[in-house]
């Protein structure tokens, strides 16, 4: 089966450009994660997704990103005003059920977002 | 706030030879921690997980909590085990879900 997939792969923006990034969850998952990765790092938690709801968008880093899953599957990263500091590979994640139990995240092949 | 700490960037270490990763954590509550891998042009993917005391690929993970360690080990390192490798923590964020807290990961090449 299909897993995690995300698109565009790659995306170089110039600075100030509003981007959307795309995440599709392999069918029935009910729980999405977003995580960005700056280079030299592990990726860092940006928002979480049961359903169609945002239940924690704490690592969001400021209000120019957003995310939402309208439906419940499909979901969209939006990071307006692009700045050169957004550069690194944004990736997303879905796992069967949330809440406290842990369920493996299965990731998806990343988006390397490059703001010049 | 939880924290996971790899303190080698880069690790290489001769075919054969023993291989250690290591990772500690810093987390209040019971922790439950993961090892995750990305090989070479693929996504990243669990290894193992501490609840289950498996072995996997002949690794081997041992939680620690005197020393809030999870160090990952294998005793005879292959070429095919080069890859990067994450330490993850999963805990409550506080706002709302449950999460995996990272380390900053480290490196594993296997020298032929």
């Known amino acids: 089966g299909a897993g995690v997939s995300q698109s565009p792969r790659y995306k170089v923006t110039k600075r100030g450009q509003d981007v959307a990034l795309r995440c599709d969850p392999i069918?029935?998952?009910?729980?999405l994660y977003w995580y960005r990765q700056a280079l030299g790092q592990g990726p860092e938690f940006l928002t979480y997704?049961?359903?169609?709801?945002?239940?924690?968008k704490s690592g969001l880093p400021n209000d120019r990103f957003s995310a939402e899953r309208p439906e419940g599957s499909i979901s969209t990263l939006t990071i307006q005003r692009t700045e050169q500091r957004d550069s690194a590979m944004y990736r997303c994640?879905?796992?069967?059920?949330?809440?406290?139990?842990?369920?493996?995240?299965?990731f998806g092949p990343g988006t390397r977002l490059t703001v010049l | 706030a939880q924290r996971v700490t790899q303190p080698e960037k880069l690790l290489s270490v001769f075919k054969g030879a023993p291989v250690e990763l290591k990772c500690n954590y810093s987390?209040?509550?019971?922790?439950?921690l993961f090892w995750y891998v990305q090989y070479s042009r693929q996504r990243l993917q669990l290894l193992l997980r501490?609840?289950s005391r498996e072995s996997i690929k002949g690794f081997t993970a041992d939680l620690n909590k005197g020393e809030t360690s999870f160090h990952l080990k294998k005793p005879f390192a292959q070429e095919e085990d080069s890859a990067m490798y994450y330490c993850?923590?999963?805990?409550?964020?506080?706002?709302?879900?449950?999460?995996?807290?990272f380390g900053k990961g480290t490196k594993l090449s296997v020298i032929p």
């Open positions: 069918s029935g998952h009910v729980s």
């Open positions: 987390y209040s509550g019971s922790p439950e």
């Open positions: 997704f049961n359903y169609e709801a945002q239940q924690d």
């Open positions: 501490h609840i």
């Open positions: 993850a923590l999963h805990s409550y964020s506080g706002a709302g879900s449950y999460q995996l807290t």
């Open positions: 994640a879905s796992s069967p059920t949330g809440g406290s139990g842990y369920n493996e995240q299965f």
